[in-house]
């Protein structure tokens, strides 16, 4: 879950649910978690799981420095912006420049950040 303040916790789930409740038309394609321990490959599945009208999830799953994780945020959504196409191939391509270009920031500066992808077949990628 996502803490709010004071100790309390957002379970994802109830986001998840919020977004799955979204009008069919919306444009919402997928979901950015911009904080410390959000998001993780077991909670990317079950987040998808239940929001079912989005393509993608991504955020951290450890705890980040704050200067270095506002740094990849911006690198993400450069790459997000850049790309053309439908919301499923082009998360996959921001994803593959993001890996291309943040190597060596990661290297200085390691995160545990993760992209999370519907794949056609219903997975989580």
């Known amino acids: 879950g996502l803490a709010i303040s004071r100790g309390s916790v957002l379970p994802l789930s109830d986001i998840a649910r919020a977004i799955a409740k979204l009008d069919k038309r919306s444009k919402v394609h997928g979901v950015y978690l911009s904080a410390c321990q959000a998001v993780d490959q077991r909670s990317a599945q079950q987040f998808l799981k239940i929001a079912k009208n989005i393509h993608w999830v991504a955020g951290y799953g450890a705890v980040v420095n704050w200067t270095d994780s506002a740094a990849l945020d911006m690198m993400f959504f450069s790459r997000w912006l850049e790309e053309q196409g439908a ?39």
């Not at 191939?89 to 999370?116: E, H, T």
């Open 87 to 125: 919301a499923g191939p082009r998360i996959k391509k921001a994803a593959a420049s993001m890996v291309n270009d943040v190597g060596s920031f990661a290297r200085s500066a390691p995160v545990s950040f993760g992209i999370f992808a519907r794949a056609r077949t219903g997975s989580v990628e």
